[in-house]
Structures are given as structure tokens and as C-alpha cells.
């Protein structure tokens, strides 16, 4: 820019630099949100495996395998706040996978293989929850659904295990989520 005759400090080459800046932004916002689409159905499969698996076990079917489906992003020049956003949101969702890798199995044995789970269980991200009988070590037993959806659910409330076994809970995104591995083991 100099050998153009722009000096330093100029309002040219103040231009010059903040188009180029722009353009490294769009590249690096366009690289994470297509990204985003790909993290978010294998996290999705993730959690969804251990409950394929022991449906299929139980009830002698095949193990299906999960479909994955690339979403078509969009490129938005905006300012990198998304791209803050994603990375954020990525690195929250490592340490989740994380923490789920180390905890225990949830039904150690079962047929030869075990399997861990972790779920939400803080009451504020479910609804229309409804007590049905206890678990064998006391804990209720709940029917709800979560507030984004997929149908009812059994399980456990955080609060809950949190004062019978509070190792077993554990807090993601500021939601609670239980161990169930450890919750019964």
C-alpha cells in the first residue's frame, strides 16, 4: 500500500485494512456455522446411542445406525459475535462430552455391555411432569417432557439426587443433568 502512495494512518489505508479484516471475519464466521450443523447431529446421535442400544437389546430388534443430514448454512457477513457464540458453544459441548465419557456405566453387565447416560433432569427444562411409583432405591419416578419436545420420558428429578447422591450431579450450561450410572449404581 505504501509503493500506491497510502501512508500509514491515512483514512485510505484505515479502508484498505478493514476490508481486509472483514474478509478474514467471513471466513472464519462461514467455517463455524457450517460447523455448528455437523456438531449439533453428533451430539445428537451421541446421546441418543446408548437408548438405541438397549432398546435393541431388550426388545431383539436391530441397532439402527443414526443418519446424518448436512444442513445447507447460509453465508451471513455479520460481525464475529456468532462466531464467539459457536466457539463458546463448542468448547461447552467438548467438556460435556467429556464429563460423559469419564462417568460410570449405567447398567454394568447388562448382557455384556454397559452404557452411559447422562441427562437433563432439572425440573426448569421440563414439563407436564407427573410422579408414577418409586425406583428401587427411593428415588420417584417421573413421566414428563422436555420443553423442546420429543415426547414423554421417565426419569428422575435433579433436586432429587442431588440430596440422595450428589456426585451423581453434575451442571451443564446452568442446567443440572444426572450421572444416571452413578444415580443407581
Given at each position: 500500500?505504501?509503493?500506491r502512495?497510502i ?9 484498505a ?6 474478509g478474514?471475519?467471513d ?5 463455524l456455522?457450517?460447523?455448528?450443523g ?5 451430539a ?27 444442513a ?21 459441548l ?22 452411559n447416560?447422562?441427562k437433563?433432569s432439572?425440573r426448569r427444562?421440563?414439563k ?11 428415588l420417584?419416578?417421573?413421566?414428563f ?28 450450561n446452568?442446567?443440572?443433568?444426572v ?5 443407581f449404581?
Open positions: 500500500m505504501i509503493n502512495g501512508r500509514p494512518g491515512s483514512d485510505n489505508y484505515a479502508q485494512q478493514n476490508i481486509q479484516d472483514q478474514e471475519n471466513a472464519y464466521n462461514s467455517l456455522l457450517s460447523g455448528r455437523q456438531a449439533v447431529q453428533e445428537l446421535a451421541q446421546n441418543s446411542a446408548p437408548i438405541n442400544n438397549l432398546t435393541a437389546l431388550l426388545s431383539g430388534s436391530q441397532v439402527s445406525q443414526p443418519n446424518f443430514v448436512n445447507n448454512m447460509p453465508t451471513i457477513p455479520t460481525t464475529d459475535t456468532a462466531g464467539l457464540i459457536n466457539t463458546n458453544y463448542n468448547q461447552q467438548q467438556k460435556w462430552q467429556q464429563d460423559a465419557s469419564s462417568s460410570s456405566d449405567l447398567m454394568g453387565g447388562l448382557f455384556g455391555l454397559g452404557a447416560l447422562i437433563f432439572d427444562l421440563k407436564n411432569i407427573r410422579a408414577i411409583g418409586t425406583f428401587a432405591n427411593g420417584t419416578k417421573y413421566v417432557e422436555y420443553l423442546w419436545g420429543g415426547g414423554e420420558q421417565v426419569g428422575v428429578m435433579a433436586d432429587e439426587v442431588r440430596a440422595y447422591r450428589p456426585y451423581a450431579v453434575t451442571t451443564v446452568g442446567f443440572d443433568a450421572d444416571y450410572g452413578r444415580a449404581a
